[in-house]
C-alpha cells in the first residue's frame, strides 16, 4: 500500500522558517522523482520544489529559488523541504508526491501519488 504523510506545517511570521516532512511507504520511493506542490485558497495547485531520487538534481519554482530547499533521506525513505525567508504569499496547503516518470520535473500530471497535504500559514 503505497502512502505519502507530510508533517511539519504551522503558522509563522514573515521571515521565518520551516521544515516540512514527508514519510514515504510502499513503493511511493522507489519513483523516479519526488516533490513539493501548493495550493492556496482559490488557486490552482504548483510545483514548489522536485528532487531526482536517482541522483539528487533539483528543480525550484522561481518563486522559492534561493529561499527553499529539497532534500531525501534514502535510508529514512523520507522527503524534506527547508523553508526559509517566508513570505505572506507561501500560505498554501503544501503537498508531497511521486512521480514514476523517467524524466523528474514539475509537471504537476506526471504524479501519481498524493499525500493528504499539510498547512503552511505566513503572517
Known amino acids: 500500500h503505497a502512502q505519502l504523510v507530510e508533517s511539519g506545517g504551522g503558522s509563522v511570521q514573515a521571515g521565518g522558517s520551516l521544515v516540512l516532512s514527508c514519510a514515504a511507504s510502499g513503493y511511493t520511493y522507489s519513483s523516479n522523482c519526488m516533490g513539493w506542490f501548493r495550493q492556496a485558497p482559490g488557486k490552482e495547485r504548483e510545483g514548489v520544489a522536485a528532487i531526482y531520487t536517482g541522483g539528487g538534481s533539483t528543480y525550484y519554482a522561481d518563486s522559492v529559488k534561493g529561499r527553499f530547499t529539497i532534500s531525501k533521506d534514502n535510508a529514512k525513505s523520507a522527503l524534506y523541504l527547508q523553508m526559509n525567508s517566508l513570505k505572506p504569499e507561501d500560505t498554501a496547503m503544501y503537498y508531497c508526491?511521486?512521480?514514476?516518470?523517467?524524466?523528474?520535473?514539475?509537471?504537476?500530471?506526471?504524479?501519481?501519488?498524493w499525500g493528504q497535504g499539510t498547512q503552511v500559514t505566513v503572517s
Open positions: 508526491a511521486a512521480s514514476y516518470y523517467t524524466a523528474c520535473s514539475l509537471i504537476i500530471g506526471r504524479f501519481g501519488d
